[in-house]
């Protein structure tokens, strides 16, 4: 089992509709999310973090994190073409690391 | 603005060749890492450094060194590169302490044949 699975998409959602993207990861100890975007050819940039559990919201973005489930996915509303990219899930257990997911990519259709 | 600096963008090398890629962070941040992506695969974690001096292997370490005198420097080093060492490498930093945001800079393709 990998320690965080993601979907590889890619994932197609019409403009203006709602982009879930989810992730689980295997160890319970894991302690902090991430949410990375990354566009082609470019390096990933942070979207936003989550360590409670519950709803984190900014802006269109908003990250769901279930510890007893082990998953954690990231909701974007009102999708826009320029949110198409491959989004990253990260989980760090506490030790500095970060453990990445393969990442799924998103296509907006205009 | 968080900026992590890598020199060199693209790079071709020969097989047998040694290559160092070099990354700078301004942050004054205590960890540093290397990841190389590879399609279907993610990001993947060569080495890591969480002092001046002080290094981890990460999952796949083999085939790479690494090496951190200063603190704002992380290089990491190919011994003898092989094909499958191609692929573009990512370096990365945080402040120390769980939770802190990892900034990635723009990435070194190596390419060897």
Redesign the interface.
Known sequence: QKEVEQN?GPLSVPEGAIASLNCTYSDRGS??F?WYRQYSG?????IM?I?SNGDKEDGRFTAQLNKASQYVSLLIRDSQPSDSATY?C?V?K?N????????TRLTIIP | DVKVTQSSRYLVKRTGEKVFLECVQDMDHENMFWYRQDPGLGLRLIYFSYDVKMKEKGDIPEGYSVSREKKERFSLILESASTNQTSMYLCASRSGGSGNTIYFGEGSWLTVV
């Open positions: 590889s302690q902090s991430f470019k390096s990933p940039e942070l973090f360590y990253l990260a760090e506490g500095e690391k970060l453990t990445f997911g393969t990442g």
